[in-house]
C-alpha cells in the first residue's frame, strides 16, 4: 500500500532517525480513521517543498502519532513557475478546478472576479469560499502526493491581474473566439524559467475590455483546441499542456 501523506507544521532541524509527533486534525485522521499501527510507512510535509519519509513507532490518545523518520525528500521550487488566474465559476465548479489543477501541478491559483462572473465573492460569503479553495489545494496536494502545495492568492481585480500579467516571463488570456486569437497555446514560445501568467475567463467569456487592458499588459490570447472547454477545465488542461511542453512533466 502506497504510504498516506500528511501535513506538519515544520520540518526544520529534522533527521533521519529523528522521531517527530503528529497531532491536531492531522494527528486525529492518521490514528482515529486511518488506524495507523507501528511499523506502517507515512510521508510527512511542511506543504513548502520539505517531506520526511518514516515508520509509525506508537499511537497516543486519538490524536497523537509518532513516527520515526529514515528519508529527507526535498521539492525544489519549479521552473518555469505556473499561475493560473481563475475567474469564479458557478456552484462547486471553483473546486473541482482547484482539486484539478493542484493534482496537475500547477503552481499557483489566482481567483479572479471577472466582470462576467454570475458568482461573485463578497463579505463572509467570499471568505468562506476562498477557505475552501485553499483547503481543496491541501487536500488534493496532498492525494497527489506533492511535497509544494499549489499558493491560492486573495481574490484579485482585473486591475490586479492586469498588474500581475506585466511582470510574468510569458502571459496568456485564454480565448476562444478565433476573432481575437490564431495561434494555439500549443505553439507558442515558452521560457525556461521564470514565471508563466495563464487567465482562464468566466462561463461567459473575457470581456472586449479586459482582454485590452490584459493585452495592454503584455498579455497575449491563446486557444487550447477546436473545442470549447469549460472554465473548471480549462485551466488543468491549459496546466498539462504547459508542464508538458516545458520539459517539467519528463
Do not use: N
Request: glycine share 10%; charged share 25%; proline share 5%.
Amino acid at each position: 500500500m502506497t504510504a498516506p501523506v500528511f501535513v506538519i507544521g515544520s520540518l526544520e532541524g529534522v533527521t533521519a532517525g529523528t522521531v517527530v509527533e503528529l497531532d491536531g486534525p492531522e494527528g486525529r485522521h492518521a490514528v482515529s480513521v486511518r488506524r495507523l499501527e507501528p511499523g506502517e510507512g507515512v510521508v510527512l510535509t511542511d506543504g513548502r517543498g520539505r517531506g520526511a519519509a518514516g515508520a509509525v513507532v506508537r499511537a497516543e490518545g486519538k490524536d497523537r502519532l509518532f513516527v520515526e523518520l529514515s528519508e529527507l525528500p526535498f521539492e525544489p521550487e519549479p521552473a518555469p513557475r505556473v499561475t493560473v488566474v481563475q475567474a469564479l465559476p458557478k456552484g462547486d465548479r471553483g473546486e473541482l478546478a482547484v482539486e484539478t489543477m493542484t493534482e496537475t501541478g500547477v503552481d499557483a491559483i489566482v481567483p479572479w472576479s471577472a466582470s462576467r462572473c454570475i458568482t461573485q465573492w463578497k463579505g463572509e460569503r467570499g471568505l468562506k469560499a476562498l477557505s475552501k479553495w485553499r483547503a481543496t489545494a491541501r487536500e488534493a496536494g496532498k492525494q497527489s502526493r506533492r511535497l509544494r502545495f499549489p499558493e491560492i492568492a486573495d481574490a484579485a481585480t482585473t486591475k490586479q491581474v492586469a498588474a500581475l500579467l506585466a511582470k510574468a516571463d510569458f502571459a496568456a488570456v485564454l480565448h476562444e473566439d478565433r476573432a481575437y486569437t490564431s495561434e494555439p497555446l500549443a505553439t507558442a514560445e515558452l521560457p525556461a524559467e521564470g514565471e508563466i501568467v495563464l487567465v482562464v475567463g468566466p462561463e461567459g467569456g473575457v470581456s472586449e475590455q479586459e482582454l485590452a487592458l490584459f493585452e495592454e499588459a503584455g498579455a497575449k490570447a491563446y486557444r487550447l483546441g477546436r473545442s470549447v472547454l469549460r472554465t473548471s477545465t480549462a485551466g488543468t488542461a491549459a496546466t498539462a499542456l504547459l508542464l508538458g511542453r516545458t520539459g517539467r512533466w519528463s
